[in-house]
């Protein structure tokens, strides 16, 4: 088994669904949507860009079904790093959830998990 840890409020919803943690970056000056793809993403690669996670995400079937998290606390504030990120998860009630499950795969930045698979071991107040 392995842990994974995911930023999440208490219903299971991630930072980046719905109208989330980008259009609050995006709405306080942060980030522009023009220059999504120059900055933010180049810090926050989707798993087809995780040059670890590449080949896995592309055989998987089902994607859909996947939830997105981290192989570490310090993965998950090396990702969240900046002040506003940290500021909106704390203001919008996450947490960080630790699981275990034996349906996760590592990547160089992020992780995925099975949704459904994890036992949850615990959970970290976001700070």
Not at 19 to 31: E, F, H, P, S, Y
Not at 83 to 100: A, C, D
Not at 111 to 119: F, R
Request: proline share 3%; with cysteine.
């Amino acid at each position: 088994m392995s842990l994974f840890f995911r930023v999440e409020t208490a219903d299971g919803v991630g930072p980046y669904q719905g109208t989330g943690l980008i259009n609050a970056l995006v709405t306080k000056g942060v980030i522009a949507w023009s220059d999504m793809d120059e900055t933010y993403l180049l810090d926050h690669p989707t798993p087809e860009n995780d040059p670890v996670l590449r080949f896995t995400w592309q055989i998987l079937k089902h994607k859909e079904q996947y939830i997105f998290g981290f192989k570490s606390l310090k993965a998950v504030y090396n990702w969240f790093c900046l002040k506003e990120e940290v500021e909106w998860l704390i203001e919008n009630n996450f947490h960080v959830s630790i699981y275990e499950s034996d349906y996760c795969f590592h990547g160089k930045w992020q992780s995925i998990m099975l949704s459904g698979t994890g036992v949850k071991k615990g959970e970290l107040r976001v700070q």
